[in-house]
């Protein structure tokens, strides 16, 4: 089982690209911070499940996955969709950041994810793990990400 200290470390190195993953599917940051709250309690609850602490990441980001669809189905339930209060826009040094931001949202969920999680470091192995599907889905995701993305900022 990994200590707690050691728990810690591993969750606070992630947490950039936890709230990136969480802010991807749930599009505002008090939903975000929920999520991530949820997940880190209950992957510690079951840390005695993790068999190797090599797949630390991949097995948190499985969890908080999890956690920000179950926020999001919360979210559907409670509230409808036009009363959800909107987030600003994050604001951008230059042009070049909004139109990569704009493209990023015409990617669909799965994409967009995929591409970040690989942005971050994760390997392809990782990503399925985390997605819940296999090595090659996640080279296809990717790949098909690029390629709109590429098509989109060309245009500009």
């Known amino acids: ?3 707690k200290d050691a728990f ?3 969750v606070r190195t992630l947490t950039d690209t936890a709230f990136a993953v ?7 940051s008090a939903d975000c911070e929920d999520a991530m709250s949820e997940a880190v309690l209950r992957a510690y609850e079951s840390r005695g499940k993790l068999k190797k602490r090599d797949s630390f990441r991949a097995w948190f980001m499985q969890i908080l996955r999890h956690e920000a669809y179950n926020v999001l189905r919360c979210r ?14 994050p604001e951008a040094d230059h042009a ?3 139109d990569l931001r704009a493209a990023l949202q015409e990617l669909n969920e799965d994409q967009r994810t995929a ?4 942005q971050e470091g994760y390997d392809l192995a990782e990503i399925g793990l985390i997605l819940d599907v296999p090595v090659g889905t996640v080279k296809s995701r990717i790949s098909r ?12």
């Open 115 to 118: 591409l970040l999680l690989q």
């Open 1 to 3: 089982m990994i200590s």
């Open 145 to 156: 990400a690029k390629q709109i993305l590429r098509a989109i900022l060309e245009e500009d």
């Open 76 to 89: 559907k339930r409670v509230q409808p969709v036009e009363q959800l209060p909107e987030d600003p826009a």
């Open 8 to 10: 810690a470390q591993e």
């Open 22 to 28: 969480t802010y991807l599917i749930l599009g505002n």
């Open 96 to 98: 070049g950041e909004l």
